[in-house]
């Protein structure tokens, strides 16, 4: 199936490097241009705030999903084409992986490698076949990459592990990769 809805895991917020914003500002008009659906955390904060943004100012459209004890926190952007407040965290990734077709994991914290791995994870588990890109702005994710290695190499998983998922480099290569789909 073509990618239509592409699920983004991202940061609340900013990091320490310009290149975070800009690469999260690019994929959101480069989601829109496509004129394929952003998915994402509905924060308006850090890169999340930024990808939607940039979505939204490209004409695109955005489905948020928030969990109602991080309307607060994360400032819900509820101008967003379609907003979802769910009770939980887990409601929040289900509702967001149930309406994607890909995922796209940019710089974040422990949300997005929590999010990152359970998807990770279903797709060893053969739960799914979306797409599973990791946009690696500026060498962020190295220290991922070599866990995963150290896993596989420890025993852990297998080396097909590796081949769940893709890392770019930019949001162009992952408009690229999204469309070989």
């Keep these: 199936m073509p990618v239509t809805s592409v699920c983004v895991y991202c940061g609340s917020r900013p990091g320490a490097l310009p290149a975070y914003t800009e ?29 939607a943004r940039a979505a939204q ?20 952007k ?15 990734k289900k509702v ?3 309406n994607a077709d890909a995922v796209v994991v940019l710089p974040g ?3 997005s490698l929590d999010e990152f791995f359970e998807v990770l994870t279903w797709a060893q588990l053969k739960l799914h076949a979306k797409p599973i890109l990791v ?7 190295e220290p991922l990459l070599a866990l995963v290695d150290h896993v596989i190499d420890q025993g852990f998983a ?22 070989a789909c």
């Design 109 to 111: 914290g422990a949300g």
């Design 158 to 179: 297998d080396a097909s592990l590796r081949g769940l998922f893709r890392v770019v480099d930019t949001p162009e290569a992952a408009m690229e990769e999204l469309r």
């Design 78 to 92: 509820k101008d967003l084409t379609s907003y979802v407040v769910t009770e939980t965290m887990h409601e929040r």
């Design 23 to 51: 690469a999260a500002r690019a994929l959101g008009t480069a989601l829109a241009h496509a004129d394929w659906q952003l998915v994402y955390g509905a924060g308006d904060v850090g890169l999340m705030g930024e990808v």
């Design 57 to 76: 100012g490209a004409g695109g459209r955005t489905f948020g999903v928030i969990p109602a004890h991080l309307v607060a926190w994360e400032v819900g």
């Design 135 to 141: 946009l690696n702005t500026e060498g962020y994710w």
């Design 96 to 98: 967001m992986y149930m």
